[in-house]
């Protein structure tokens, strides 16, 4: 049973979970823990009650969950119900906006890759759909992706995986200390990208580019 709501900060991050395939316990509690707001994507909702996570919104169109009381559940009798039936979005578009519209300035969203690859792939796409409008991260027990701002600089020690990869077009793509380095270069799908990457040096890496997107994947084994 994982726990919720031991924030110190108003501006921890909010947790999406999605659909996808499930993370480690230990990443959930961990998110968890941190996390002022959790919102629930619709297919997830069986999973998520089966594994007692507290939540405080479940958003969707509810098709796959119509039988679904939460009033059966006490312990969620706070929870709102968020009707979304709009089919031209996902549920995930869905809810990044409807946390931009409780004011939250960034979120994590779990369970967000892993089973069908078209969900998967709409997920990490979606990044980019909010460049500005709010910070975003995919987080498994293998990866933590998120969208590169136009000036990039973070400490890693050596040996740290990482790839970058552009939505559509990045140009004027500039890398410092990985092993790979980019110099004025465009990255392109699928012609380019600049997968397993890493870092060259224990130390900052830095990465710039002038248009485009470019999505970053932290990579462990």
């Known amino acids: 049973m994982s726990s919720h709501h031991i924030v110190r900060d108003d501006q921890e991050p909010a947790l999406i979970i999605a659909n996808g ?24 909702i069986h999973r998520v009650l089966e594994k007692q996570i ?13 039988e679904i009381d939460l009033h059966e559940f006490p312990h969620l009798s706070h ?11 996902t ?6 906006e ?4 409780k004011g939250f300035p960034a979120a994590n969203i779990i369970w967000g890759s892993g089973y069908r690859q078209d969900h998967h792939f709409n997920n990490v796409f979606t990044l980019s759909q909010f460049s500005g409008k709010m910070t975003l991260s995919i987080l ?28 559509g077009e990045a140009k004027g793509v500039v890398t410092k200390n990985l092993v790979y380095n980019l110099n004025n270069e465009s990255l392109k799908l699928p012609e380019r990208t600049s997968s397993s990457n890493e870092v060259l040096n224990d130390g900052f890496v830095e990465i710039n580019y002038t248009n485009g997107h470019l999505i970053l994947m932290e990579c462990w084994d």
Not at 25 to 42: K, R
Not at 79 to 89: I, L, T, W
Not at 98 to 101: A, K, S, W
């Open 54 to 66: 507290k939540f405080d919104a479940w958003l969707g169109d509810f098709d796959s969950a119509q």
């Open 140 to 167: 498994d027990d293998h990866s933590r992706v998120y969208l590169l701002p136009k000036t990039f600089q973070k400490w890693y020690p050596k040996g740290t995986k990482l790839s970058i990869f552009p939505v």
């Open 91 to 96: 549920d995930l578009q869905k809810g990044i």
């Open 21 to 44: 395939m499930e993370c480690s316990e230990s990443l959930l509690n961990q998110l968890m823990e941190w996390s002022p707001f959790v919102l629930v994507l619709d297919g997830a």
């Open 79 to 89: 929870v709102e119900k968020v009707h979304a039936p709009d089919q031209n979005s």
């Open 98 to 101: 409807y946390l931009i519209g």
